[in-house]
DNA sequence: CTAGGGTTAG
């Protein structure tokens, strides 16, 4: 955002300067904040006023009486002389004073009940039960009582207050609260809203518990813009914010992921000789993780040197976490071998991040050192680290391992296998091509446990039975998803069935599937007919492909130009132009950059990754755009050479084979490549022989040699 | 619950 266009000073307040002080794209940290080089501001109880020295040097029209306070020299008493945006003590709990009852009433056990079971409706007859119970006006402590007991019913919280103000009871802020926290429970935000304006219009005056109440409620229930609404009322109700507060509001800027704003509100307190606690770091290195952001954790963690904090364990966790998400591996291994050595222990959250870490990023050896010293230390466990390992095993090839953990959770009394627990041991099978044994916990032993399988694990299942082209079974198990997930059959899966439809044998086989289709996305079925029809052109096929893209998570949309490709490249019945046809559309909508690199020794297509189709597609689309180079007179490399992976397993050699047959069943000139494996090569007079040969470079090829 | 803020899974 541009300076000159800042709102005016008046309407300044810490949410919008935030905004109008740094530009969102620029990346901003601080440096290390002390008390000699904090700025100098008087102290004042509102930000407009903390401003208003500022805003002296700015503007020239000064108000008169702001003068004496702008002539006092600001270096008078540096240590003093902070700027009041944080209070650097913690609002003290009281218990109320006003009723001062020593003795609380003996209260009537049945009350309660009797209270709670009166309709929310019916005002009268719960404050008649209330005046009935209380001849003479409640203690402090039984109202406390009452309120504590009533934090599930909001409403009765409501009526309690309201008897309450129409009794000789002296409301006190605490009473306030504790309705703000039943009301903030029930996610009743207009509720809030209101009860805390009336504090500010008539009173109670409302205090930090008061106003972190409020900015947590909003936040709960999702009206962020309230959050900090309320935040920017306080220093204007003069109640300045506590270190809760502040990590209240901070919460509402990282889920807002308002990097800059927290970081300037950080600041700012910092400047104001505040001390952050562990729960405002974890705040803020939450932000940053989920912001892929590591300069910013690594700020947090200076900054945390730097004012001798030893991280705990949430903090350690969110940190460890954000590093594993940026992409950033090892420094979660040093921050998890840190905090051991510390003393810190890690608890289940620690070792889900970390082991959650390690199977992403193919640590096996790093995994099982982890999962041994958790035996050795008997470090703590839970259902989601459970399941956790058991993804990590999946994502590390260890299907043995996997089973085992498998079999001791069915025999755990604490851990029983859930259907999160299923769906990995159902996608671990899957990925290892083994359709019969997730076949078998997704149809007998799930409902065996009484577990409802999501749509994941018959997308699973149906990508591996189509793999496997046994048609019939993906038929049935889709059916099987039609009647049990209806709502949740998505994109994903039909790709699924999509791919499964390239690999039919027959007509029949074909038909089947395309009912499927038909019933999953009415869309797809369309665009499938239209692909088939030779009459429709290339600005309709556009516009419906388009149309499903658009719809689809990004993703899908490779997968399913992918799929679409391979159905018309190897199925009969499709025109001939419509593989290339797709792939220009992929090309066009962003979904296959850079797979062709040009050096001077040597061009070369990169076709790892792609589907068969969509990598012969790519193929031909390379070897014309060499053609058309020489056409255009241009000059070409000694070399080319075509990329295919090698793959050890079943599933990636399926790509290098195909196209190994592919370039001989073409006679073209490439062969495998000796000194780089996965690779074919070809000699540029041969590449364009041939080419000419096959008619898609018309120029004599001796001319051009 | 005993007045307020923080972290984990396709």
Partial sequence: ???????????????????????????????????????????????????????????????????????????????????????????????????????????????????????DSDKDLFFSTLTEAFPSPPSDDDVLFLLNSLYR???????????????????????????????????????????????????????????????????????????????????????????????????????????????????????AGWKPDHVAFSVLGKLFGDAGDQDGMLYMRDEMKRLNIVPNVVVYNTLINGFGRAGRPNISKELFEEMCKLGVNPDERTLTAILKIYGKYKRTRDAMDIWARMKENRWPMDQILYNTILTMCADLGMESEAEKIFEEMKQSYKWLPDKWTYSVMIKLYCRRSKSDCAWKLLFEEMPQRGLRPDVTCYTSLIDCLGKEARVDDVVAAFESAMETVPSQIDDKLCCCLLSTMARCKDEMQMNAILACIEKASPMLHSLICMLWNESVGFDEIKESFRELLSKAPINVRRPYCNCLIDLCTFQPGFPSHRPRELFNLGNIYGLYQGFQTQRQSEWSVDLRGLSLGAARAALDDWLESVAETVEEGEGLPPQFRIFTGYGLDRFKSVLPRYLEGYLSETGAPFHKSEEMAGSFVAEKADLLQWLHSQGILSVVVSEIL
């Avoid at 109880?45 to 401003?51: D, G, R």
Wanted: charged fraction near 20%.
């Fill in 1 to 119: 955002m541009n300076p000159s266009m800042a709102p005016p000073l008046s309407t300044l307040s810490p949410s919008t300067m935030a905004v109008s002080h740094f530009p969102l794209s620029k990346p901003f940290y601080p440096k290390p904040t002390s008390s000699t080089s904090s700025p100098s501001f008087q102290c004042h109880s509102s930000i407009s006023e903390q401003l208003r020295p500022l805003s002296l040097s700015l503007l020239k029209d000064t108000p008169a009486h702001d003068e004496s306070a702008n002539s006092k020299p600001t270096w008078l008493n540096p240590t003093k002389s902070k700027p009041n945006i944080i209070s650097l003590v913690r609002h003290r709990k009281t218990k109320p004073t006003s009723n001062g009852n020593p003795q609380s009433l003996l209260l009537n056990p049945t009350l309660l009940q009797t209270l709670v079971s009166i309709p």
């Fill in 153 to 271: 019913h909001p409403k009765k919280s409501i009526l309690l207050l309201e008897w309450l103000k129409q009794s000789s009871f002296l409301l006190e802020t605490i009473f306030y609260n504790l309705v703000l926290k039943s009301l903030r429970n029930a996610r009743q935000w207009d509720q809030v809203d209101r009860i805390a304006r009336e504090m500010l219009h008539q009173g109670p005056q409302p205090d930090n518990i008061t106003f972190s109440t409020v900015i947590s409620a909003a936040h709960k229930c999702r009206r962020f813009e309230k959050a900090m609404e309320w935040f920017d009322m306080m220093y204007s109700a003069g109640v300045l914010p506590d270190e809760v507060t502040f990590s209240a509001i901070l919460k509402v800027y990282a889920i807002l992921g308002k990097k800059e704003e927290a970081l300037i509100l950080y600041e700012r307190g910092r400047a």
